[in-house]
């Protein structure tokens, strides 16, 4: 028992690295995916307060607006702006209808509001795209299918998709200029301003409004990028919502309101997942990926209550 | 003028002290027990107790334990659903184990296990307070989820997967089963339901209960003024396991029959979400009426929209329910976030008073 434990994944380990390459690269793609899903939950939790359980379908719904306008005859291109469009326009309605009534409410209050938007987008996706998967327009995109084997070693083989690489690679460019976005903007200081202290922002002549209808919007173009990576991977249908649930554990890791702490702990999350499903996996059953993540999240939190990055927690009576 | 406390003087600390202080509210329960216990019984028909009341008595028991637990302790999780399965897993073995178990202990014994469980993931709330909470408890969901899937022990190998309740009888009445008539079930719901809200309601007001409102008030606060926050905030989730294992056993028993663990998902977890934020949070009657709402508006949406005139598919049914449950929420969470029972508050305010605009 102990030497399946201890010993035997390692011995696994070393006897194919390829295969070992393999599953770590498996793990970094899907560790950049979940970073981008927590990316985020952290845009829009660091500038309003808000957990936004809806994140995981508006992944769904973005990615079903482009495939659904696509299907409709739009060209590709044509297709994704308006699909930026249509995010824009969510992201307004979600600041007027939703955000603005509800400010100052109590954190549960606001998570419970996102649950009941994630209802009522579930209902209204299906109602206009119908429920049925459907296959993402990769190649009309531009973005690059199929995949190449790099030989490692004697008969080592490592296969990366190309979808993979360019996921990488956006997903890259996306944090990139949303650091730049935060940093160097007028806007970005802006809502670096909202996310460290409302009241001061609003007595120095910043619209809270305008800045949360900011900060839904940039979480829908995120939202849209994921989904064209996820569902590039697999169809789009909703199953993928659950990825949302994945993305969690990837939050508390990094905590709710760190950018760095979202990718590094969305890639440490896609390692250990993935490792531990092929390697430990076989050991209880199987299928231990649905839960893996919570408890390495669990364990860790145990030592370090604000997660990675997240600002240190100091409590008055 | 209807609802005056006016010349209701006490003179023992007893009577001060009831559940009921005012004869108007016992005579509104008494009526309510009359129409729960003789009128519901006496008028409705099968389908009217299989799809509306059984159920909508097992998820007001299943809001009340999230209740005890977030409404009360403050401490948010999310992984109802699987606390409700532990119940149904852990009284579906009872009975497969010890088969002449008299079906009342087996129920009351089920949630023991699910307490026993919800203790263990309620460790981490020593730590860890709030949002961070609540995706720990996704933790027990998920992993539970998995132990009913993955361990063929918890369903006796079954080839589908699913547990499926035998036939039992108490008192030569046949009590569980395809064989059972919704009424008996209707009947064994009601009284653990409502004979668990009136302990509920009991420990809420006494010692323990005061000690969770305390932690949910100010933790460090109750802490400093002597408040054990291990006992507590453990004492909160054992309860509150215990109560929803209770309605998950009952779930299966007395309204599925059978049940895979998908039954068990998180979505029946933010289903008892819903009902114990929208029935307000930290009120027993609160949750009643949450759940009355939540459940049975998708019921009656679906009765109703087809006989006004909405011809439409049945999935389309099923979209426009989904969409319409989401605005609610969201509708009520503006309006009123303190939930139906402020609502049922401010009624009782304006009933004292009325017809005279002010008092």
Not at chain 2, 185 to 207: D, E, H, K, M, P
Not at chain 2, 320 to 340: C, D, R, S
Request: glycine share 10%; aromatic share 14%.
């Amino acid at each position: 028992m102990l030497y399946d434990i201890f010993i035997d994944p390692f011995m696994q380990m070393a006897e194919q690295p390829d295969f070992l390459l393999q599953v770590l690269w498996e793990g970094f793609v899907a560790g950049i995916l979940y970073a981008l899903i927590a990316l985020g939950f952290v845009l829009i939790f660091k500038a309003s307060g808000v957990f936004n359980f809806a994140q995981g379908i508006m992944v769904v719904f973005a990615a079903l607006t482009l495939v659904g306008l696509y299907e409709n005859g739009v060209p590709a291109y044509l297709a994704l702006l308006l699909a930026i469009g249509v995010m824009g326009l969510l992201a307004y309605t979600v600041e007027r209808v939703v955000m603005r009534p509800l400010v100052n409410q109590p954190e549960i209050i606001l998570l419970m509001a996102t649950i009941g938007m994630t209802y009522f987008l579930i209902g209204f996706g299906e109602f206009v795209f119908g429920g049925e998967p459907k296959a993402m327009i990769t190649e009309e995109l531009g973005l690059p299918t199929g995949s190449t084997a790099f030989e490692i070693g004697e008969r080592g083989l490592l296969i990366l998709q190309h979808i993979d690489i360019a996921a990488a690679v956006i997903a890259i460019i996306m944090v990139a200029g949303l650091g730049i976005f935060f940093n160097k903007t007028r806007i970005g200081r802006a809502l670096r301003a909202v996310a460290d202290d409302h009241q001061a922002a609003l007595s120095v002549g910043i619209s809270l409004n305008q800045i949360w209808a900011i900060v839904w919007f940039a979480a829908g173009i995120v939202a849209l990028t994921t989904g064209i990576m996820w569902g590039a991977r697999s169809d789009v249908s909703f199953a993928l919502e659950i990825i949302a649930f994945k993305a969690l554990p990837v939050l508390i890791l990094g905590g709710f309101t760190s950018i760095p702490g979202a990718i590094v702990g969305g890639l440490v999350i896609g390692f250990g997942e993935k490792i531990g499903e092929i390697y430990w996996g076989p050991l209880v059953g199987g299928s231990i990926e649905s839960w893996l993540a919570y408890i390495i999240a669990l364990i860790f939190l145990l030592f370090r209550p604000q997660g990675m990055f997240g600002e240190r927690i100091i409590e008055r009576v | 003028m209807f609802y005056r406390e006016a010349g209701q003087f006490k003179t023992t600390y007893q009577a001060d002290q009831a559940i009921f202080p005012l004869s108007q509210d016992r005579i509104g329960i008494a009526v309510i027990a009359a129409v729960a216990f003789v009128g519901v019984p006496a008028l409705a028909s099968d389908f009217f107790l299989t799809s509306v009341m059984t159920p909508f008595l097992i998820f007001a028991l299943a809001a009340i334990g999230l209740n005890v637990l977030t409404g009360y302790a403050g401490q948010l999780s999310l992984g109802t659903g699987a606390f409700m399965g532990v119940g149904a897993y852990a009284a579906y073995k009872i009975t497969s184990i010890f088969p002449e178990a008299n079906i009342i202990f087996v129920l009351l014994a089920s949630g023991i296990f699910s307490a026993a469980i919800g203790v263990v993931f309620g460790l981490p709330s020593l730590r860890i307070k709030g949002l961070y909470l609540a995706v720990t408890t996704l933790a027990a969901q998920f992993f539970l989820e998995w132990c009913f899937i993955r361990i063929p022990w918890l369903y006796n190998s079954n080839a589908s997967g699913a547990i499926e309740v035998q036939q039992r009888e108490m008192a030569g009445i046949i009590v569980t089963g395809p064989a059972a008539t919704p009424l008996t079930q209707y009947f064994i719901v009601l009284c653990v339901t409502v004979a668990l809200t009136w302990f509920v309601s009991n420990l809420i007001r006494g010692r323990i209960g005061r000690q969770w409102m305390m932690i949910r008030d100010m933790d460090i606060a109750a802490e400093l003024i002597g408040v054990r926050p291990l006992t507590a905030k453990l004492s909160a989730f054992a309860v509150s396991s215990y109560l929803c294992g209770v309605a998950g056993a009952m779930m299966v028993f007395f309204w599925l029959g059978a049940a895979e663990p998908s039954a068990f998902a998180i979505s029946l977890s933010f289903q008892v979400l819903f009902m114990t934020i929208l029935g307000g949070l930290g009120s027993l009657i609160g949750s009643y009426m949450g759940a009355a709402f939540i459940w049975i508006l998708p019921v009656a949406l679906r009765v109703v929209l087809p006989s006004v005139g909405f011809e439409v598919a049945a999935e389309t049914v099923e979209h426009l329910t989904f969409m319409i449950v989401g605005a609610l929420i969201i509708f009520f969470l503006i309006t009123e976030p303190h939930g139906l029972a402020r609502l049922w508050q401010l009624a009782k305010e304006k009933l004292r008073y009325w017809p005279f605009p002010y008092g």
